[in-house]
């Protein structure tokens, strides 16, 4: 990895900062990626800020940094996505994605037909269509080639009956990527269909899950009887799980999340040092192993991300990435709420016994408790660390599968 830009990426990083600069009126919510987990974390006014943020990018024609110009996208390199990725992390400014820009589209570039491209990327690019991803079931999530929820075909429409889990942001959605049961002889991978879900179809129903950090962010989504017209197949029937890999293909790159953390450790040090009196020397250390790991986050971003560069493919590159980050990302929780002590349990909207407000005493407006809590997921979601571990011991190590 050459760690200096060369003469026209150092050109694109100027002009990336400079919008962010003249644009951008910060207000440090930069982990949201997409309208759906804005909203989730913060509420309408959250979703209200981070759509007006992406109006504005893609007002410069920056809002689908992977996707290729023809199709509305900014057509950037590897290296300029990694530049405005990075930009946009260290100005703390919400990057765009979600489910529609990361996910959906890309995967309509590759397998839709030009009607399915031009009903669909349109509302993607205006950040107007906000998209969920029906992927894991009660009982298909690490195995998710096992899903249940059937799709059987009935005249022009196909009828879908079953269930969806931990679907983020479905509560806001109006369409979701849903992979269905169209053969239920053929083996497991082969009898499994791609659609593009219309929320508002009748027979569809969501319902929230709170998570213990009190976030109102996924759902269970139950389907009776839905009926999915066949125009809303994507790609061939029974040849959807081959359609799913590749939507996992596009925009891949972690380097957001590790200046995330870097920016998470220099808060906490920043509130430390206002306290300096209130807070345990033998934290001293523990924040500098945070700040040490962080930097090693950034630096096993950066091996990825060259990695793409030079035309490979990550793969136990990319989950020893997730791992460490994702644990990283518990261990600075962790060491956020033990430098606040007892009052870091604080919510913002904690009360007394006696009803009354707690406001004063809570550290960082509540953040603290609500990143320690919302952390315990980030080892589950998209792919457990116990799955990575095993792509490391047989893809990275050649050990045996069993
Ligand atoms: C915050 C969050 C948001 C999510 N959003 C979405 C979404 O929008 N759409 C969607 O479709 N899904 C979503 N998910 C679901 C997520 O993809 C699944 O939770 C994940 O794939 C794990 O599946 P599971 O929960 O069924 O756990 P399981 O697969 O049942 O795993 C349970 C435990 O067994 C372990 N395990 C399972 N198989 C093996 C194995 N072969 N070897 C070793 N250990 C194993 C796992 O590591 C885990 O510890 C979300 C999850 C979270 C936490």
Redesign the pocket.
Known sequence: MNFRDNPEEAVFRQEVREFIAHEYAGDGEGEARGAAQAAAQGGPEAMARYQAWMKKLAKKGWIAAAWPKEYGGAGMTIMQQFIFNEELALARAPRPGGIGIAMAGPTIIVYGTEEQKKEHLSGMLSSDVIW?????EPE????LASLRTSAVKDGDDYVINGQ?I???GAQFAHRMILLARTDPQAPKHKGISYFLLDMKSPGVSVRPLVNMAGTP??NEVFFDNVRIPKNDLLGEENRGWYVGTTTLDFERSSIGTSIAQTNAVEDLLVWVKDRRGAVQPTVRLELAERAIEAEAARLMSYRVISMQNRGMVPNHESSAVKIYAAELNQRITGTAMKVAGLFGQLNWTSKAADGSAVQRWTPNRGRFVRGYLGAV?ST????????NR?IIATRGLGLPRD
């Open positions: 969920c991803q029906g992927f894991s298909s999530g690490s195995d969806k931990w679907t983020t962010g996924f997921a589950i979601a998209g792919g457990t660390s116990e799955i095993n």
